[in-house]
Structures are given as structure tokens and as C-alpha cells.
């Protein structure tokens, strides 16, 4: 059984920073793509980052690009999302996913497996 649990949301005002944290246990870790989605309030689901299994290859959204810095540390079974220069829009319920794939990219189809999520609030 994959489990990933997120930690590090909160409130945060304009142009502060968070790092989001993706702990992940239960197969190996270092096999697979990571990825970052998003849920604004009443909208749907949405991609932000994603990660190769190596930590070489990464690609964000249009909407987070030169924010936000997705990355991983194997040892720790563990993804990062640092996230600076936030901004009101950046409000969501910020999701980990992995997949057994070496890579992935921006549909959640592709992704196996999903955290519960953590709620980011950015005042303006």
C-alpha cells in the first residue's frame, strides 16, 4: 500500500514563501516521477510541478515558472515544492502525486498514486 501524506500549508500573505512536503512510504520511492497538483476553490483540479525519478528533469506550469521549485531527496523518500513570491491565485489544496513511471507530466491520469492534500492560503 502507497501512502503519501503532505505537511508545510498554511496562511500566508502576498510575496511570502512556503515549502510543501511530500513523505511518501511503502514502495521504492526513487523508482518513480513525483508531481505537485492543485485544486482552487471552486475549480477543478490543476497541474503545477512534476519531478523524474533522478531529480535531473523537471517542468512546471506556466503559472508557477521562476515561483516555485519542485524537488526530491531519495534517501528521505521525500518531494519538495518551495513555493516564494506567492500570490493570492496560489490559494488551493496543494496534492502529492507519484507514479511507477520515470516520468510523467501534467495529467493526473497518469499519476498512481495521491495524497490527502494541504490547504495553502495566500492573503493578499
Known amino acids: 500500500q502507497v501512502q503519501l501524506v503532505e505537511s508545510g500549508g498554511g496562511l500566508v500573505q502576498a510575496g511570502g514563501s512556503l515549502r510543501l512536503s511530500c513523505a511518501a512510504s511503502?514502495?521504492?520511492?526513487?523508482?518513480?516521477?513525483m508531481g505537485w497538483f492543485r485544486q482552487p476553490p471552486g475549480k477543478e483540479r490543476e497541474f503545477v510541478a512534476v519531478?523524474?525519478?533522478?531529480?535531473?528533469?523537471?517542468w512546471y506550469a506556466d503559472s508557477v515558472k521562476g515561483r516555485f521549485t519542485i524537488s526530491r531527496d531519495n534517501a528521505k523518500n521525500t518531494v519538495y515544492l518551495q513555493m516564494d513570491s506567492l500570490k493570492p491565485e496560489d490559494t488551493a489544496v496543494y496534492y502529492c502525486?507519484?507514479?511507477?513511471?520515470?516520468?510523467?507530466?501534467?495529467?493526473?491520469?497518469?499519476?498512481?498514486?495521491w495524497g490527502q492534500g494541504t490547504q495553502v492560503t495566500v492573503s493578499s
Open positions: 519531478i523524474s525519478w533522478s531529480g535531473r528533469w523537471t
Open positions: 511503502g514502495r521504492t520511492f526513487s523508482s518513480g516521477a
Open positions: 502525486a507519484g507514479t511507477d513511471a520515470s516520468y510523467a507530466y501534467a495529467n493526473g491520469n497518469d499519476y498512481d498514486y
